[in-house]
Structure formats: C-alpha cells, structure tokens
C-alpha cells in the first residue's frame, strides 16, 4: 500500500447504504510522519494514542477521520466500493464527541455505519481493545457485522496478513489475536449480551426500538464499561417514555453529550423545488431559521404526505416534536405543539441546567414559588418548582433535580428569596409535608402559602397546598384552559414536553404516560391553582 494518512480519499459514500461515486485521490501533499506502509503493532499502538487529534496537516479532520478516508471501504446503493468520508452529521458528531454520547437523528444519517467505523480504527489501534455493538434485532446485528467485515476484508493485504491477522471472525466476532482485541456484534434480544466481558467501546443502536426492558439490558451493559470506555446510545425516535427517550431526557445529569442530526443535514433529501408562492408561514419561517431551500420544502412536503402523521418522528425536525406522544391526551396537543416552536431558550442555566430562568426577578413585581417534592435519590420522580409572576402567571424560572429534604428546603426558600421574597407553595402531600417543616424551620423562611385562608373550616390557615381528588382535576384544568388561551406565557420546552404526555390512564385517572415524568406539569398546575386563590379568582 503506498498511501499516507493525510492525503484525501475518494468521493466516499455518507453511509453504508448512501449513494457515492469514486473519484481519483488528489495530489494534496502526505501528512508528515503518518505513513500506513507495512505497519507493525507498535506503528498501530502509536496511532490510536492520537486518533482524537487534529494536525494541521489534516486540515481540521481528525487521525481517526483520516484514517477512516484512507482505510475504510463501504459499499454503495449502487453496490461499489467507496472510501468513507465524513459528511456532515458525521462530522458533527465528531465536533462535539465526549466519552459519553447520545445521538437522536432522522432516519439514514449514516450515524451507525460512523458508529461502528469509529470503534474499528479504535479497536484495530489500541490494544487490549473489546468494542461490543448491540443492534435492536438479529437482522440489523447481521447487517452492522457486515459493514465491520468489509472494513477488515478492505485493508490492504500488509495489515490483514501482520498485525491484524484474525484467529476468528465468525458469529458476529472478529478477534485480533497479535494486539489481544476484539470486536462482537450482537442483538438486545441476546440476555448475555455483554455478560462477564471489560468492554471499552460500546454502541448500542436504535436503542428506543430494543425489545423486552431495554432499561434493564442498557444497565446490565453499562455494567461491563471498563473506567474510560466511549458510550454511543443512537437511535431515531420511537414515541414518548421509554428507555431512549428517558436517556435523553436525563443527559445533562448522566454527564452525556447530546447530538441532535435533523433531515435536512441530509443532502440526499431534496425533490422538485416548490413554487414560492404556495409557501406557508410555517415552511418560511423553517426556512429563515434553518437556511432551507425550495427543493427540501419539496422533499418535506413529500415526506409528510407519505409518512403522515409518523414525518415528525421517522425524519425529526426538532427534539421535541420528534417523539409523539401515545394515548389519549389530557391537554391540547396542537396549542403545546406551537408553542414548543416558539419557546425561548433560558437566559441563564445553574445546577448543569437543573434551573433555568427566562426572566429575572424585576423590582416591584410580586412573584409565587410552586413546588412538587420528591424523595430525593437519583432515580424515580424529581422534585420541580415553578416560579410564576403574580399578575401575569408568567413562567419565569423552573427547577427539577433528584433533591429532596434539607437540600430542597433550602434551594427551594434560596429561590424565593431571590425572587422578591416570593410565595411559596409547597404540596404537602407525602414527602412535602417534612421540606415545608425544613421550610419553615431550619431555613426560617415566613412567606409560606397556606391553603383555605380566604375560607372558613379545618383547612383555614393550614401551610401547603394538599393535593385531592377534588384539587387535582380543578387546577389540571386551569392548566389545559390557559395552555390554550395564554401559550406564550409557558417557556419551559420541558415542561411542554410532560404536557405532550400527560394522559387519560387505563384506570380512568389521568398522569404521566409509562417512561415519563409529570412534576413539572404538576408544580405548574399547583401554582396556577395556588395563585387563583391568593388573588380572590
């Protein structure tokens, strides 16, 4: 073989399965010092110490994107073999790569075949290497493994014959016996998938449509991660709750880098331009936010015809609309789908984004702190709060994180102090009866809301908001009336995103679809309910 790291491959193809040609290799000069003749082990060792590094001589790519251009064939939808050269939600993903990722896409984005590619260079280049692929089912296992076995059978004949020499590459496994490696590839259906190995690469593939408990087996696998290991979780959406969308949810907490590839990173996704005239507000609007043009409004408006009411999920335009809600809704779909459009990003994030805050506290407005506790701990429900200006209902801040107790007491009172010396509401039902003591108490703070307090009877002047058969169904409807009548006034996307799926149950109650959480949406309603009663509503 006579090429060097450096020098740019063929037109390569953006997938395993996307279209490429094959054009002559230019005449850009080699990189300096990466040449891949007749590499030995320690040749390879010294390249997988700099795999994530970006010479100057690669023109802003990385080794490993060099490396991919250089030694890895895909083939296309023509059937020919092609280089892989990263396109642009491939490159992406490599911008902002950590070593915990998850990466919600359209559909053929080509994340999956660079998933596995990446794992190859890794695997053949640092020794002692164990990659584990987990695909949704046996045939999408079987499809994966044949890339990777391309990726091996396509290396030039010096490295599959020295270093890279194979003792088994059968059932899904190829072991490199001369660098102690291996690379398995298996479905989510297999239960010792990842059972008693170290695993340093693990990439777990179209995680939302795994069968069975995904929870359970994404646990089990995580398990096996060796200190250090690179986590992948990809997947185009699947609806609402489950594993996946409980990942993503929950990225910011898990220290997990978020990738989000919409359709139109796609150049492929184009069709006959539309005529100007016929655009509506909604396709201009996509259009000036986006810089689209005529012929992918074309290719949208094909898709939806197509896919219907799936477009949204099976080619993803945003990260909350892409994942539709099943069941019967509690609240207005159409009102909570516009607003997610238009909702404002925070204008300050504390707590690695457990708070954000749309508008600061102002001089001489009266404010009102809603609060849902939970137990604390890192899983089950989160404690949420919900800060409101009194004259307007107006969202103004929320908070949602696994606290509870003094620790909730005190950020909770920290929050209404801040906020003009706010109301503070507190549901004193189970745990909220001890953080409205701690409130109270050990924080000191005096401005406690007490239900019934314009009202006669037990309930006169008692602090806390009790949540009842009767309460609950009278402030989730303020809720739905004003997500309708008043939508601009909600600018939490999280909290639109649990009013998506907040529905009527199986039981004939109403809550939180299985996989998702509703503490937002019931701080949110506590307010509502709250601040209607302090103004005599």
């Not at 193809?13 to 094959?22: D, F, G």
């Not at 490993?64 to 890895?72: E, N, P, R």
């Not at 990003?345 to 805050?357: A, C």
Request: neutral net charge; contains cysteine.
């Amino acid at each position: 073989m006579t090429d060097k790291l450096g020098g740019p491959g063929a037109e390569a193809n953006e997938s395993a399965t996307q279209s490429a040609t094959i054009e002559p290799r230019s005449t850009e000069p080699p990189s300096q010092g990466l040449r891949l003749e007749a590499l030995n082990r320690e040749e390879l060792e010294s390249l997988g110490k700099i795999l994530d590094q970006r010479p100057a001589s690669l023109r802003g790519r990385t080794v490993a994107m060099a490396l991919a251009d250089t030694l890895l064939l895909v083939r296309t939808r023509e059937g020919r073999p092609a280089h892989l050269k990263a396109n642009a939600a491939q490159r992406a993903f490599e911008r902002r790569r950590g070593q915990r990722n998850i990466v919600l896409k359209a559909r053929q984005m080509g994340l999956t075949t660079w998933a596995a590619a990446r794992f190859f260079l890794k695997t053949i280049t640092q020794p002692g290497t164990l990659t584990l692929e987990v695909a949704h089912s046996q045939e999408s296992a079987e499809e994966i493994f044949r890339i990777v076995h391309r990726f091996l059978d396509w290396l030039p004949e010096e490295l599959r014959e020295g270093p890279l020499r194979t003792s088994r590459a059968n059932v899904r496994q190829i072991v490199f016996p001369e660098i102690d490696a291996q690379y398995r590839v298996v479905s989510a259906g297999d239960r010792n998938a990842g059972r008693g190995l170290t695993v340093q690469n693990l990439h777990c593939s179209e995680l939302a449509r795994w069968p069975g408990n995904p929870g359970e087996i994404l646990a089990g696998l995580q398990a096996a991660l060796a200190p250090g290991a690179e986590l992948i979780l990809e997947s185009t959406p699947d609806g609402v709750g489950g594993c996946f969308h409980e990942e993503w949810q929950k990225a910011a907490e898990t220290g997990t880098v978020r990738h989000f590839f919409p359709w139109w990173m796609e150049p492929r996704y184009r069709a006959e331009a539309v005529d100007q005239t016929t655009l509506t507000d909604e396709e201009r609007e996509l259009m000036a936010r986006h810089r689209l043009d005529l012929q992918q409004i074309g290719y949208r408006r094909r898709i939806r015809a197509n896919f219907r009411g799936l477009a949204r999920q099976e080619y993803a335009e945003n990260e909350e609309s892409c994942f539709l809600a099943s069941g019967e809704s509690v609240f207005e779909l159409a009102a909570i789908e516009a607003r997610l459009v238009e909702a404002p990003e925070p204008v300050e994030s504390r707590g690695n984004g457990e708070l954000q805050i749309w508008l600061p506290p102002l001089k001489g407005k009266q404010y009102l702190v809603a609060v849902d506790p939970a137990g604390g701990g890192s899983d089950g429900d989160y404690s949420a709060a919900q800060v409101l200006e009194m004259e307007t209902a107006m969202q103004c801040a929320e908070f949602a994180g696994h606290v509870g107790g003094l620790e909730l007491a005190q950020l909770i009172t920290g929050l209404a102090r801040e906020y003009n010396h706010a109301w503070l509401v507190i549901e004193r039902n189970n745990h909220g009866s001890g953080v409205l003591a701690l409130a109270e108490t050990a924080c000191g703070y005096g401005r406690i809301y007490r239900q019934g307090r314009r009202q006669p009877g037990p309930l006169d002047g008692q602090p806390g908001w009790l949540t009842t058969s009767v309460s609950r169904p009278a402030v989730l409807g303020q809720l739905g009336a004003a997500l309708v009548e008043h939508p601009d006034r909600f600018m939490s996307r999280k909290l639109l995103a649990e009013c998506r799926t907040f529905i009527r149950l199986a039981n004939g109650n109403c809550g939180a679809r299985a996989g998702t959480h509703d503490d937002r949406v019931m701080a949110m309603a506590v307010g509502l309910g709250a601040r209607a009663e302090l103004l005599g509503r």
